[in-house]
């Protein structure tokens, strides 16, 4: 997934996220962000296996039609004041919806790095936030799978069982770790810097670490899903997709990049949808975008090529369909919205809108669409629609 962008009032900024839980019910929404939290596992054992069985109940679903609402709205405790720059997050959803997030001192607009101990929350389904974990080691992404929640930092990857909240396997990379994306039973890494890197294939079962690609540059985003990893090259003319046996494909996008306004990173993968992989293309001087979806097996495309504007067309797949984020270009004066996300023509319908004056929304997560939400002081709030 891409590093989603988060508007701040006055200024585009951009949060560090890596991807795939739930906020808890309304009724939690005034309890108070300084209370305790108890250390927890994601998910309850339920069954004698390794990795132990999960028992986690979904969040609630979006509605197959109609306008969506916020159905859980759940406070972290993280604060800051009204003239305090809110804090940047490291965010992932698993697959069953539970929202895993760390939350760094510097402020959105910066590469978040959370120092060693700090801790990883989880929400799990219409449970209350809680503390999964405090990594040994700052970190700089999370990835979750149904049996894992991963953590990476400048020399490992870590992997906590979720049933059991054990630290089940570590894996030393040779560098840092900027990107992870979990599913098909794989983790996929993006190591070192963006003039630079790899792109690492972890197996959790047997415990390998297989480099799958050295072509990483420029590559501010990754697509996950059930036939493997997605990623643009630099320069955005090709679209690279390794399976879960580290085979590669790669096709052309047949798109033209103006790399004199638009630079090499314009094209990026930034999720799987049913069939379709949704790639993003930010042209111009930051303000014009549009999205364009290929064949997530042949990577034929593009078959649809929508119109939108800078910090639009990130959609996710929810179980009812795309979900976007459409950010205000200026949070002062303008509105955001979370609604039903069209591929063809990029219209944004029955959303919640967030009003102007709040002073950052995103990233957004799936497959349960779930949104950090920043006020204009206190708290960062999760909410889930539905």
């Known amino acids: 997934m891409r590093n989603p962008h988060v508007v701040l009032a006055g200024a585009v900024g951009t949060i560090v996220v890596l991807v795939a839980g739930c906020s808890g019910g309304s009724a939690r929404s005034a309890a108070s962000p300084s209370a305790p939290l108890q250390s927890a596992q994601s998910g309850s054992p339920a069954a004698s296996a390794s990795p132990q069985a999960l028992a986690v109940s979904p969040p609630p679903a979006p509605s197959a039609a109609g306008p969506l609402h916020v159905v859980l709205h759940d406070a972290f405790p993280v604060t800051y004041g009204p003239q305090q720059a809110p804090p940047g997050v490291i965010g992932t959803e698993a697959p069953d919806g539970s929202v895993f997030a760390a939350f760094g001192p510097e402020p959105a607009g910066a590469v978040v790095v959370p120092p060693a101990g700090s801790p990883v929350y989880v929400v799990d389904g219409d449970q209350s936030v809680q503390i999964a ?125 103006n790399l004199e306004l638009s630079g090499p990173a314009a094209i990026q993968a930034i999720g799987v949808i049913g069939d379709q992989v949704l790639l993003v293309h930010d042209a111009g001087q930051g303000l014009d975008s549009s999205s364009q979806t290929y064949n997530a097996s042949t990577l034929a495309g593009p078959q649809t090529n929508a119109p939108g504007t800078a910090n639009s067309n990130h959609a996710v797949g929810s179980p009812v369909g795309p979900i976007d984020l459409a950010l205000a270009l200026s949070m002062v004066t303008q509105t955001s919205e979370v609604g039903r996300y069209n591929l063809s023509t990029g219209a944004v319908t029955d959303a919640v809108t967030y009003p102007a004056g709040i002073r950052g929304i995103g990233p957004l997560l799936g497959p349960y669409p779930a949104v950090f939400v920043y006020p204009a002081s206190g708290p960062v709030y999760l909410d889930r629609i539905g």
Do not use: K
């Open 133 to 257: 974990e405090h990594p040994a080691f700052a970190l700089t992404a999370l990835a979750a799978d149904d049996n894992y929640l991963y953590v990476g930092g400048s020399s490992q990857i870590v992997a906590y069982d979720r049933a059991t909240g054990t630290l089940a396997q570590t894996w030393t990379v040779a560098q840092p770790v900027r990107l992870m994306a979990a599913s098909a039973g794989r983790l996929w890494a993006v190591l070192g810097g963006l003039t630079g890197g790899q792109v690492v294939e972890v197996n959790p079962g047997s415990g390998g670490v297989t480099t799958v690609g050295t072509d990483t540059t420029s590559v501010e985003s990754v697509a996950a899903g059930p036939l493997g990893i997605y990623y643009v090259e630099s320069g955005g003319a090709t679209i690279v997709h390794i399976n879960p046996d580290g085979v590669r494909q790669q096709a052309p996008t047949n798109q033209t990049v």
